[in-house]
């Protein structure tokens, strides 16, 4: 389907999704009932908005982190990008690592936690077991869990030069409690381990996901990250966070959409579905997403990044 002139057109799958709230609109696979009035102004007009029909335009910008511009020059309407899949989960981790510090963060707020950094060397290069970081962080969930304190961390993995798995677990302990070196405890029998406070948590994470290399080659089954202690709140902005970028407009935080094949994204409590505008495909041996359509707009009720998190917050506790 080409743009008009206005460089606009409406964009209605048929398939039919239940509707979204009391409206009488359809809600169909990628259509929503929008509010014209919460529009975004400037280069998308909500002039053609219907109330079940979503208008979508075809305008140049850069590409997110993770793409790479692609020409095609037999389709000058759409925009094509090559997919770095290394530099896409590269920032898939440095957002949920540094998303999660701060939510933590935020939870506990001024009650008297400090937040401590724990390093876990390997005494052999090839020492790793899979479990031995789980292992690890439910020896001191129990130690705290002793003491009547939650074990809200977050954790990443790095590459030494001499090829050994290390891990940097920052955690947040009460104020007057100190945790004993893992190693000394018989926590962690594999290596050395360092435990120094940290005066900023989150400058201490920025540190250590941006040295990140993403060609290095990890022990298989090995993750790159892990984080727990959340509350219901902090996860569901850790959720939301992690959206695609084009779904997030029309996402709340409170929202969960799930993938069902051949029909979309689904929110699990509304029945909203929307379609990715972008389709995947290989090219030249390349990885490349072509953007078909773009969403203009939002859905009734649907604050998205501007959900209020003091409300969205008392909800949750």
């Given at each position: ?219 298989k089954g090995a993750r790159l990250h892990g984080g727990g ?89």
């Amino acid at each position: 389907m080409m743009a008009s002139s206005s460089q606009q057109t409406e964009f209605t799958p048929t398939t039919p999704a239940r509707s979204l709230g009391g409206s009488t609109a359809p809600v169909r696979a990628g259509s929503f009932p929008l509010d014209v009035h919460s529009a975004s102004a400037g280069a998308f007009s909500p002039a053609l908005f219907g109330s079940s029909s979503v208008a979508f335009s075809h305008h140049a910008v850069a590409p997110p982190p993770g793409l790479v511009n692609y020409g095609t020059s037999g389709t000058p309407a759409f925009r094509s990008v090559e997919i770095d899949e290394k530099a896409g989960r590269m920032k898939h981790m440095r957002r949920s690592v540094l998303t999660t510090a701060r939510m933590i963060q935020f939870q506990l707020g001024p009650r008297g936690f400090k937040p401590a950094m724990l390093t876990l060397t390997y005494r052999d290069v090839d020492g790793w077991q899979r479990r031995h970081i789980s292992d690890l962080l439910q020896r001191i969930r129990h130690w705290l869990a002793r003491r009547g304190y939650a074990f809200p961390y977050v954790w990443v993995a790095e590459l030494q030069q001499r090829g050994a798995l290390h891990y940097h677990v920052l955690l947040w302990l009460p104020r007057g409690l100190t945790l004993p070196k893992p190693d000394k405890q018989g926590w962690w029998p594999h290596g050395h381990t360092r435990i120094e406070w940290a005066r900023n948590a989150v400058g201490y994470l920025v540190k250590y996901v941006s040295k990140f290399d993403s060609d290095a080659q990890l022990p298989k089954g090995a993750r790159l990250h892990g984080g727990g202690g959340l509350d219901q709140f902090g996860r569901q902005v850790r959720r939301w966070f992690n959206l695609p970028a084009w779904l997030k407009p029309f996402a709340g935080i409170g929202d969960q959409y799930v993938r069902i094949q051949r029909v979309g994204l689904v929110e699990r409590s509304t029945g909203v579905c929307v379609q990715s505008p972008w389709r995947v495909s290989f090219s030249g041996g390349r990885l490349v997403a072509t953007e078909l359509f773009r969403y203009v707009g939002g859905i009734l009720d649907i604050a998205g990044p501007y959900s209020r998190l003091d409300a969205l917050h008392g909800a949750a506790c």
